[in-house]
């Protein structure tokens, strides 16, 4: 089995927020890889890493990164495949991360998710694969259809909800 999605942090104390991508990607059955790689301190093996992703049948990068967050740029400017940058939450709640990753120069796109939000990263990167593959298309939409179904039950369960006040 060959991986679609490669999720790439700057260290291993990422990994609690990336583990929900990781979780994300497993519960939908999409294969995947996991590689903690630092821009600043293993800038080769970075660019090994992302020259040589499109030969492993990977679709999208997913780089996590916090502070500097050069790591979705560099790898960006390494592959011709699209890269979706995840702000990791630091010392200014991830406000440098997220415009490290945000400001990218022309010609080098990285699309950013929220800070911390991998699980949007797992699904940003589900849709783009699902552009030319059926079998994740399905996957995304049945879990999107269960997001809705999981709203209506809790609107029908606050009906539920007593107040003296309340109209409804």
């Keep these: 089995m060959k991986p679609l999605v490669s999720i790439i942090m700057g260290s ?3 990994l609690p927020v990336m583990e929900k991508a990781c979780k994300w990607l497993n519960d939908n059955q999409i294969p995947f890889e996991v590689n903690a790689l630092s821009a600043h301190r293993t800038p080769d093996a970075v660019e090994s890493f992302a020259k040589g992703a499109k030969e492993r049948g990977v679709k999208v990068i997913i780089a996590a990164a916090g502070m500097a967050a050069a790591l979705p740029g560099v790898i960006a400017a390494s592959t011709p495949l699209p890269v979706i940058g995840v702000p990791i939450k630091g ?9 490290s990753i945000i400001q990218m120069p022309p010609g080098i796109p990285v ?23 059926e079998e994740v298309a399905q996957k995304v939409e049945a879990w ?13 369960d606050l009906a539920e909800v007593k107040y003296d006040f309340k109209c409804n």
């Design 111 to 133: 699309a950013t998710v929220g800070v911390n939000a991998a699980q949007n990263a797992a699904i940003l990167a589900s849709e783009m694969i699902a552009l030319a593959d």
């Design 91 to 99: 010392m200014l709640d991830g406000l440098d991360a997220m415009l």
């Design 144 to 156: 999107k259809a269960g997001l809705g179904a999981k709203i209506e039950k809790a609107n029908k």
């Design 12 to 14: 291993t104390s990422d």
